[in-house]
């Protein structure tokens, strides 16, 4: 799901104590959606530096929560959740390995998931001098590969570039 070259420009951007700081902002929508339905697990697929968990933690919300990151190899495996979340990943994912990525996510949003994405670019730069956003497309070219494996119950467009969404996942075919 991840080139080990891209793999090694990602380790270099999370040497960056300012790289990975977006689940903060949705922090609150998050630990929201956790107590208005009293969910008591959530899963923060591509957690990066576990910057939700800390959040949540600060804002009172106690759950059972989970990370993966492939940067972060001793945070385990994707996990099921009550909420999995996927906060400003999508857009970094390489385009071969995107249906990948979505067909993982698919098989572990066994509930709901909360995903966000950003469409256009970002401020960091790969070493290469591509922009750290590899993916920047509209909604329109996101929500028919989101729709494939998902069920979309909400979607918000964000002021600067991007959407978030709530899905319920759907059966592989």
């Known amino acids: 799901m991840i080139s080990p070259e891209y793999l090694a420009e990602q380790q270099k951007l999370h040497e960056n104590p300012k790289y990975g700081t977006a689940s903060v902002l949705f ?6 959606l956790l ?8 899963h923060d ?3 990066g530096k576990q910057r ?3 959040t949540l933690e600060q804002l009172g919300v106690a759950v ?8 972060f190899p001793e945070y385990g495996s994707p996990q099921p959740a009550d909420l999995v979340c996927c906060i400003d990943v999508l857009e970094h ?14 098989r572990i949003v066994t509930n709901v998931g909360f995903l966000t994405v950003h469409t256009g670019p ?21 929500l028919p590969r989101l729709c494939e494996r998902f069920e979309v119950i909400h979607l918000t467009s964000l002021p600067e570039n991007g959407f978030w969404l709530l899905v319920t996942g759907k059966a592989p075919a």
Do not use: F
């Open 27 to 32: 922090a609150p929508i998050v630990a929201q």
């Open 35 to 42: 107590r208005d339905n009293r969910w008591e697990s959530v």
């Open 45 to 47: 697929y591509g957690a």
């Open 52 to 54: 939700l968990r800390e």
């Open 64 to 71: 059972a929560y989970s990370a993966y990151d492939p940067v």
């Open 93 to 106: 994912i390489e385009p071969e390995h995107l249906d990948a990525v979505l067909d993982d996510l698919q």
């Open 122 to 142: 970002a401020m960091k730069v790969l070493s290469d001098g591509r922009n750290a956003h590899l993916i920047q497309k509209p909604a329109s070219w996101w």
